[in-house]
């Protein structure tokens, strides 16, 4: 290379991008645990994939699958490709009520999870003592008493004539 007057000019390197560029998304594969009521905690495991390297979890929690608030975010050091988060997650100063939680996932290049899972949580501080539904019947001398949640218990009582 040289210009007009003959001087060679410097050769000048094109940086070469030897890294392909990661533009695929993670994917999360799992939140757990299974939906259900909870009062005090919930143990939340997030499982991913990416093709490079989950960086960060956050779980969120909603009301209304529509504003979601992050619970935690976590980050992974070693950016795996399967990756899991876990987190023991405090309701104990939620009202009562149904919540969605979800997980996001970001890899290295900032690609985040496109399709987010939701898990429906019953958060339920009230201790379970009492029934509902109760229904008693007398049927020829045998009362029972049945109701809605939990174990039936039978109470058999000799009618008096
Ligand atoms: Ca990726």
Request: charged share 25%; net charge negative.
């Amino acid at each position: 290379m040289s210009d007009i007057y003959g001087n060679k000019g410097e050769y000048s390197h094109e940086i070469e991008v030897s890294t392909l560029e990661d533009t695929n998304p993670p994917v999360i594969t799992s939140v757990e645990p299974e939906a259900g009521r909870y009062a005090n905690n919930i143990r939340l495991l997030g499982r991913a994939t990416d093709d490079v390297g989950v960086k960060t979890f956050v779980f969120q929690i909603s009301q209304d699958k529509i504003n979601w608030s992050d619970i935690q975010n976590i980050d992974l050091t070693d950016e795996p490709k399967n990756a899991r988060a876990s987190y023991n997650f405090d309701i104990s100063s939620y009202d009562d009520g149904i919540y969605y939680i979800r997980s996001k996932a970001y890899d290295a290049a900032g690609n985040v999870s496109s399709i987010k899972p939701y898990v429906e949580y019953y958060i339920d501080h009230t201790p379970p003592n009492t029934p509902t539904g109760v229904r008693v019947t007398n049927a020829q001398g045998n009362i029972t008493i049945e109701w809605d949640q939990g174990e039936e218990i039978e109470i058999f009582l000799k009618s008096v004539d």
